[in-house]
């Protein structure tokens, strides 16, 4: 069984940074799209960025020009740089995927990682 193991989360100052990395373990025929969201506490899972197969980016308005997601084979990262507290959430990696030739694609969800931003 495929499964999104998630890394890079903790504590950092704000204007600090962080990098967060998603990995595919097992099998995996295409993957689609690769993103990144996020959940604060009390508030609604939202997408913050997104790549497709064919590398366009997508940006939710509150990260644009401080984070930056890159895709290579079955990894997603997402570069986090002038961190402010209320970028402060679980962060979920999220891949839509095809595991065998002439299915339709699926979605995966890692396990989620917090990124606190306090000094």
């Known amino acids: 069984q495929v499964q999104l193991v998630e890394s890079g989360g903790g504590l950092v100052q704000p204007g600090g940074s962080l990098r967060l990395s998603c990995a595919a373990s097992?099998?995996?025929?295409?993957?689609?799209?690769m993103g990144w969201y996020r959940q604060a506490p009390g508030k609604e899972r939202e997408l913050v960025a997104a790549?497709?197969?064919?590398?366009s980016t997508n940006y939710a308005d509150f990260v644009k020009g401080r984070f930056t997601i890159s895709r290579e084979n079955a990894k997603v990262s997402l570069q986090m740089n002038s961190l402010k507290a209320e970028d402060t959430a679980v962060y979920y990696c999220?891949?839509?995927?095809?595991?065998?030739?002439?299915?339709?694609?699926?979605?995966?969800w890692g396990q989620g990682t917090l990124v606190t931003v306090s000094s």
């Open positions: 097992g099998t995996i025929f295409s993957i689609n799209d």
């Open positions: 999220n891949f839509r995927a095809v595991f065998r030739p002439g299915y339709n694609p699926r979605e995966l």
């Open positions: 790549v497709s197969s064919g590398g």
